[in-house]
């Protein structure tokens, strides 16, 4: 099947750290946006960050801003979510998605190949 693998997800006490990752299966990763997104219990997927693969730039949601870090492997096929700092609003599921359109934003009508996403959850 074509679409992200994600992992890494766990429980954590607020203040700790998480790293993600999401392989991608089936496809290649260059020259793609790959974004992860989180979506809390009870809520809408939203956006955290994206990257471009082939030139390495980056879009973060304000939220995300200072306590995240998205990068690339491209050798692995790979990308990862560093999360820092982590509160209880960041609990939730955390998915991988590609992008073909060439923008870097968040807009998850213009994503595809998502993966199955993996659980976070922080402990206050």
């Known amino acids: 099947e074509v679409q992200f693998v994600e992992s890494g997800g766990g429980l954590v006490q607020a203040g700790g750290s998480l790293r993600l990752s999401c392989v991608a299966s089936g496809f290649s990763i260059d020259d793609i946006i790959i974004a992860w997104f989180h979506q809390a219990p009870g809520k809408e997927r939203e956006g955290v960050s994206c990257i471009a693969s082939g030139d390495g730039k980056t879009y973060y949601a304000p939220p995300a801003k200072t306590r995240f870090t998205i990068s690339v492997d491209n050798a692995k096929n790979t990308a990862y979510l560093e999360m820092n700092d982590l509160t209880p609003d960041d609990t939730g599921m955390y998915y991988c998605?590609?992008?073909?359109?060439?923008?870097?934003?968040?807009?998850?009508?213009?994503?595809?190949?998502w993966g199955q996403g993996t659980q976070v959850t922080v402990n206050s």
């Open positions: 998605a590609a992008s073909r359109a060439g923008i870097l934003w968040l807009g998850a009508a213009d994503y595809e190949n």
